[in-house]
């Protein structure tokens, strides 16, 4: 929607109905299947994380947003690098006071490797493959992709740490995919 607005770009209106229904399905799974409720008592169903979440996809939007204008000249994976490091600036500007007090030593070797796999697998591909998505399909088409993020969020605490999955996830799951697929479908 973002780029409809700032891009002028046109949206289909199978498009249209694409982005609501997986918005649906991404409120439906995060508010447990109860939007109407969450409209009701807020507090019940959105806390925190799904605020900090929210924060999280708007600003992702606008990265893709100023990334479709950075990848007209770049590649994505310079364009990737430079985001890292402006990202790494603010968070060690916003965490030099506590550097000194951590422990360095005491780290064991897990976390040091979950920090390689994350920094190698989770941000560098993940952004260099989001970059090459943005190009080559844009940035309307590339995003409603991350509704997708609670279904795999659902489908992976489900196998790795034998969470339940209830009917709503199912459903909402299910309006996501197809959103997803009817935003991404070709004229």
């Not at 169903?45 to 990848?71: D, P, Q």
């Not at 030099?96 to 796999?117: G, N, S």
């Not at 993020?149 to 659902?154: A, N, R």
């Amino acid at each position: 929607m973002a780029a409809s607005l700032v891009f002028r770009e046109r949206l289909r209106p199978l498009q249209w109905w694409g982005i609501a229904l997986a918005l649906t399905g991404a409120v439906v799974v995060i508010t447990r299947g109860s939007p109407l409720a969450a409209l009701h008592d807020i507090s019940r169903s959105i806390g925190t994380g799904e605020l900090l979440m929210f924060g999280a996809v708007l600003s992702w939007a606008a990265y893709t947003v100023i990334g479709r204008i950075a990848f007209a000249g770049l590649s994505p994976l310079v364009a990737t690098t430079w985001a890292a490091l402006w990202g790494l600036s603010f968070l060690l500007l916003g965490s030099v006071h506590e550097l000194a007090d951590i422990p360095w030593r005491q780290v064991a070797w897990p976390v040091w490797a979950a920090v390689v796999y994350l920094g190698a697998f989770g941000t560098v591909l993940g952004f260099v493959w989001y970059g090459e998505g943005v190009k080559a399909i844009g940035p309307s088409r590339t995003v409603v992709f991350n509704n997708l993020v609670p279904v795999f969020g659902v489908v992976l605490a489900s196998l790795l740490l034998g969470e339940s999955i209830t009917a709503s996830m199912v459903i909402g799951g299910t309006l996501s995919v197809l959103g997803v697929m009817l935003t991404n479908r070709r004229p």
